[in-house]
């Protein structure tokens, strides 16, 4: 388990078979307030995968703070001369106890909720068609509230979208990211998940 600001989190990366570099990338990192987290998928696999996604890495650190729209915006510009990437990211305000979230293409994202009387205990991230660093649609940006030991995850496409009946809130964030992927992980794909547990304001 690793701790960015307000979150706690996990990260299981698995590259595709016969390969020795992952598309799939993430970045979690804390910022004055907050903490961000996304998860990226280059398309394709192999080396000009990871360039993509190394590419949306490191222009998501240089600015972590930032609206999350504007995020998807840089890193549409910095993505223009490779494959592209699909993206979903969650920026967490403490001050608010609210995250807000926006993606472009199929990297899922959940919300559980740890109180089991909250309606909906789930939430999910409503995704936009489009690649990041080539087609980029009209952002969607939602705001929710969160609280104290509500989690998110993170999932590319190497991860079956079945895994969301399987979390168990409670559990610590490692054991969560590793089930998942050794449960619903593609035999055939890059995968990944990060696991982010709100923490709420210090």
Do not use: Y
């Given at each position: ?62 600015a972590p703070g930032a609206a999350p729209a504007d995020l998807l915006q ?129």
């Open positions: 388990m690793s701790v960015a600001g307000p979150l706690e989190w996990s990260a299981t990366v698995r590259p595709a078979p016969g390969e020795t570099l992952s598309g799939d990338a993430f970045v979690v990192e804390a910022f004055e307030g907050g903490a961000l987290a996304a998860a990226i998928d280059g398309l394709g696999h192999g080396a000009p995968a990871a360039l993509a996604a190394e590419r949306a890495v490191a222009t998501l650190r240089e840089r890193c549409h510009a910095a993505l223009a001369r490779t494959r592209g990437a699909v993206v979903s990211l969650a920026a967490f305000d403490a001050a608010a106890g609210s995250m807000t979230w926006t993606g472009v293409g199929n990297v899922q994202a959940e919300l559980f909720r740890l109180d089991p009387k909250a309606r909906p205990t789930r939430e999910a991230l409503l995704l936009r068609g489009g690649v990041v660093g080539d087609r980029l649609p009209s952002l969607r940006v939602s705001a929710l509230s969160v609280f104290p030991g509500d989690v998110l995850v993170l999932a590319t496409d190497g991860i079956d979208r079945a895994f969301s009946s399987s979390i168990v809130v409670t559990d610590p964030v490692e054991r969560i990211a590793a089930s998942v992927l050794h449960d619903f992980g593609s035999a055939k794909d890059d995968a990944l998940v990060v696991v982010a547990r709100w923490r709420g304001a210090a």
